[in-house]
């Protein structure tokens, strides 16, 4: 039988579930990564996309898989999406891992967490460009995308990755999202990169004090040694923190 609870597994920004591919074999829980809406096989419009929209798909498929508790795992953008997971389905989420996600302040967007001068761009760019796909991921200049996720990376890693990166919504960048829903009861922790070039050190201690802040309750803290995309540039190291959660949670709940 699988070792600990299931894992659920969300992409963030620009990836899909194809950036989880590297770490599965080494998992010794059961996992699903999955695709939010206009992602991979999963049908959505990527300019009305919401964080709502989102949290909806990822328990649509747990229930399509037969998953009716589970670890729930966000990379980067996802930190805005696992949270919503948990508000609309406490009872089914064991425990929240955050993988150098981006927490905006409660009540702020996701645009709110960048420095001050790239947070007006952002906001000017979000205007003119509507909730239309852009700003990410396949329009990103191919030395910008391998510096932000790609840093510690061999040259096929790195191909795995950049040939892969599609568009995403302006729309979840710029959306204000809420907290105040998820229970301080569910077990959190985040994972921090020391190596990340996309979310750097500093703005990732900034990311857990506002998870912290709200909804509050503990936060525990574990670090790898990697760059953005540690599920595929360490897979084997991710695998067996993420294992760990899993046994932890299936103990705290008798699963």
Same mark, same amino acid.
């Given at each position: 039988?699988?070792?600990g609870a299931p894992l659920v597994l969300v992409h963030g920004g620009a990836?899909?579930?194809?950036?989880?591919?590297p770490t599965l074999p080494f998992l010794g829980a059961r996992a699903l990564a999955v695709d939010l809406p206009g992602r991979g096989g999963t049908p959505g419009d990527l300019a009305t996309l919401t964080v709502g929209g989102c949290a909806a798909s990822v328990l649509a498929d747990a229930d399509?898989?037969?998953?009716d508790r589970f670890v729930l795992v966000g990379h980067s953008l996802a930190g805005l999406t696992v949270p919503e997971v948990a508000a609309l389905a406490p009872e089914r989420v064991l425990h929240l891992v955050?993988?150098?996600c981006a927490i905006p302040p409660e009540g702020g967007a996701l645009v709110d967490t960048l420095p001050a001068s790239l947070r007006r761009l952002s906001r000017r760019a979000a205007? #003119?460009?509507g909730r239309r796909p852009a700003g990410f991921g396949s329009q990103l200049p191919r030395p910008v995308a391998r510096r932000m996720f790609c840093d510690d990376m061999d040259e096929a890693q790195s191909r795995f990755v950049l040939e892969r990166l599609g568009p995403d919504s302006l729309g979840l960048v710029t959306e204000p999202v809420s907290r105040r829903r998820l229970p301080t009861s569910v077990p959190k922790t985040y994972v921090l990169l020391r190596r990340d070039r996309s979310l750097g050190w500093s703005r990732q201690h900034a990311m857990v004090a506002n998870l912290v802040a709200s909804p509050g309750g503990p936060v525990r803290l574990r670090w790898l040694d990697a760059g953005h995309d540690v599920m595929v540039s360490r897979? #084997?190291?991710l695998a067996a923190l993420l294992d760990e959660v899993a046994r932890e949670a299936a103990g705290a709940s008798g699963a």
């Open positions: 039988m699988p070792a990836h899909g579930a194809w950036c989880w591919e399509a898989a037969g998953l955050f993988v150098s205007r #003119r460009l897979p #084997r190291a």
